[in-house]
C-alpha cells in the first residue's frame, strides 16, 4: 500500500520534517505533485536542510526516493540542491530515481511567470516566481517538455520551438528585465548533470514495489487549499494537491492508498494574495510570525498568520480521506495568554460550518471559541500525558470537532522533538 503525508491548511505545515520523521518505517517515499516553490525544512544532529524538489526521505540510509511524473522539475535548482546535500548523502544517485514523463522548467517559464506577475499589478497571485505555473499551462496544453526529452535527438530543436512561443507572449506583455543566454547556459549545463541520474519509467517501478509488498510513502507539497480544485481559487496553485493526486502524480490506482496523514499547524499561515478568514493584521500576527519563524523556506517571504481554522481544516479532512492528524507548532504559542479557533464562519446572516464555493467573494466573519493559554514549559520531553492541562484541552477539543485523532504532535523543528501518541 502507498500511505499519503499532506499539508491540509495553505502549506508550509511541516511536511518535510514529519516525512524525514516516518522515514525509517517505508522502503521508498516519492513526491507526486509540485516543484521547487515548495521548502521542506529538515533538521537534525545541528544541521539544516531545505528540501524543494528531493523527497525527504533522501536521509534514510536506504530509503529509495522518487520524483514523481506528476512533478515539476528546474533543472538547474534540482542541481543546486543535489550540491546542497551531497556531503549528507554521498550514495544519493544510487537511491534517487527520477521520472523520465516529469516536466521540465525552462527559464522562459520562469521569466513568464515573472511577467505574467508584473503585468497583474495589484491582482497578483503571489507566485513564488519558479515557473511552476507556466510549466503546468505548457504541459496541459500539451506543449511541454519532459526529462525523457532530453534523451532524445530533437530535443534542441523541441526547446527552441517552445522558447519562439514564450518569447512571443513575454514580449507582448511588455516584460523585459531577464537575460536568457545567460539562464540557458546554466540550463543546458544542468540537463548534462541530470543525464548522470537514474531516470527512469517511473510508473512501472512503483508498481513494482507494490507487488513486491513494500512500504510507499507519497510526499506531497504546498496544502490542501492550495488545491487547483478545491482551494481557495484562483489564489492557489497549478497542482492537484490532496490524495486523489497521488494516483495520477505516482501512476498508481485508487485501491493502492492506504493511510492517510494530515499535517496541521496549531495556528495557521498563508504565503501570498488570497484569502485568509482567520488572518491576524496585527501584534499578535507578528508575534506568531516571529517566534514561529513563518518566513519562506525557498523564498525567505513573511507568511502571514492567523489563528486556527477548523471549517478549513474539517473541510480538507474530508476531501483528503484523512486517517490521522499530526499537529504542528503547539510550541509556538507557549507562553500565550489566550488563543482562539474558528468553528463557524457567519456569511451574512447565516452561520455555517462549511467553506463557501467562492471563497474568494465571500465576507466571512469567523466565530471564535477562546483556550487559556499554556505555560512556556511544554516541550515533549515527558510524552503527551506529562503536558499542560491546558494544551491537553486544546488537543481535545481539536480532535472532538474534527472527529479525527491527533496522533503525532511535534513541538520544535528537530527530529526528536515529535510526541507519537
Known sequence: MIDVILGLQWGDEGKGKIADYLTPNYDVVARFQGGPNAGHSLEFEGKKFVLNTIPSGIFGKTTINLIGNGVVIDPVRLQEEIGRIVGECPDYKERLLISQKAHLILPTHRILDAASESAKGDQKIGSTLRGIGPTYRDKIGRSGLRVGDILESDFTAKYQAIVTEHLKLIQFLGYTDFDLSSEEAKFYASLEFLKTHQLINSEYFINDCLQQ???ILAEGAQGS???VEF???PFVTSSNTLTGGVCTGLGVAPKHIGKVYGIFKAYCTRVGS??????????TGEYIRQKGHEFGATTGRKRRTGWLDLVALK?????NGVDE????????????ETLNVATHYKIGDQETQQVPSNLCNASIEPTYLSFPGWSEKLTHVNGFDAMDNTFKSYVDYIENYLGKKISVISLGPQRDATVTR
Not at 478568514?277 to 501584534?283: G, M, N
Open 225 to 227: 487549499m492550495l488545491d
Open 231 to 233: 482551494g481557495s481559487y
Open 274 to 283: 488570497g484569502p485568509f478568514p482567520t488572518e491576524l493584521d496585527d501584534e
Open 213 to 215: 509488498g513494500k512500504k
Open 325 to 336: 492528524l499530526i499537529m504542528m507548532k503547539g510550541d509556538v504559542l507557549n507562553g500565550m
Open 315 to 319: 473541510y480538507t479532512i474530508m476531501l
